[in-house]
């Protein structure tokens, strides 16, 4: 039999790395048998007992194979176990009841917390069981406490048969207010390096209000900028949509800050029959359109860079919403944080 596998067992000699020494070495004393030599011969020359050679002819013979087969080893320091536990915590995410002064698991804590416990882990360790869990690093997106569930599913339901019946001549439009500053804000971006670093002066640490109403069913949108956000500010932008559309109705759907519900904009209101304004829920920032665009914007546009002055931040805000396609607008401010809770 040996004598056939000749070719198999020198082909298989010459490609076993040095990392496989003692698989070359079983290969090899069979390709000596295959050529002639006893098994005292082979024996005597690797230093080997005869039955050790005797069995390693036997494994050939039935499985075709002389690997290294997989030893039981030391147990692995982080097992199913701990395994389970560390998905309980990123789950539960609460480490101020196991004593940690911060708000968010990081691999940092959770290896101090692990520490605590006797177990040694490393931190690139829990990172990479982190990301076989299919766990995610993400930015947190913030849920109001104070928001009422109950609130938001009857205003959503309330929406969705106000754009059944809405007549036709009717402009839906979302508004919401942004507060921008001239320096820069860290933001994500892709580097080669370790860290991402970003020149960013902090001389001009000028703000800048904006202003916006944004229709979802064309992707248009309407923006102004001013220094201040007080109702005088929204007037001129209530202005502004009613020029745009003047011969038709306009609902407006902004959240119940108090310059919305101030006195001077409830008479603008009356004194316009054509302008019909209605509120968000309570603490429901995500189910305004609008705060989307500007989530948007943030990270697109002003994140990452620094701006001169006043002037120069409206006009990149203004060139930037002016070149973002309708398509792009009406998918970033759709409607569907508002349905799904139907």
């Known amino acids: 039999m040996l004598k ?22 079983r290969l090899k004393a069979l390709l000596a048998l295959s050529k002639g030599r006893s098994v005292s011969e082979v024996a005597d020359f690797f ?11 036997e494994r050939w013979n039935e499985e075709r194979d002389l690997k290294d087969k997989p030893r039981d080893g030391r147990p692995p320091v982080f097992g199913d176990k701990e395994t389970r536990e560390l998905h309980r915590l990123i789950e539960e995410n609460n480490p101020k009841k196991y004593g940690l002064k911060v708000s968010m698991w990081t691999c940092a804590e959770l290896r101090d917390y692990f520490l605590r416990k006797g177990i040694d882990v490393s931190v690139e360790t829990l990172r990479r069981k982190l990301v076989e869990m299919k766990a995610h690093y ?16 009857e205003f959503a339901k309330r929406f969705a048969k106000d754009m059944r019946i809405k ?27 370790k860290r991402l670093v970003v020149e960013a002066p902090q001389k001009n640490r000028a703000r800048l209000n904006c202003f916006g109403a944004v229709n979802s069913a064309t992707g248009e949108i309407l923006e102004m900028t001013s220094k201040n956000a007080k109702s005088d500010s929204v007037l001129l932008l209530l202005r502004k949509i009613l020029k745009k559309y003047p011969a038709q109705k306009v609902w407006i759907y902004w959240d119940n800050g108090p310059v919305h519900k101030s006195k001077k904009v409830k008479k603008f209101a009356q004194q316009n029959p054509r302008l019909t304004l209605k509120h968000f829920p309570p603490y429901s920032p995500q189910l305004n359109p609008k705060e989307q665009w500007h989530n948007y914007i943030r990270k697109k546009l002003l994140n990452n860079r620094s701006f001169k002055s006043v002037r120069s931040l409206a006009m990149n805000i203004a060139w930037f919403t002016k070149r973002t396609p309708p398509p792009i607008i009406q998918s970033i401010c759709s409607l569907k944080p508002i349905y799904n809770l139907l």
């Open 47 to 57: 230093d080997i007992d005869e039955a050790t050679v005797y069995r390693w002819v």
């Open 167 to 193: 007549p036709r001549n009717t402009v839906v439009l979302f508004q919401d207010e942004m507060s921008a500053k001239c320096s820069a804000r860290p933001g994500y971006g892709w580097t080669f390096k």
């Open 138 to 153: 993400v930015k947190a997106t913030l849920v109001y406490a104070e928001a009422d569930s109950a609130k938001q599913k």
């Open 4 to 25: 056939e596998d000749g070719r198999t067992l020198r082909k298989l000699a010459h490609e076993c790395t040095s990392k496989k020494a003692r698989e070359r070495e």
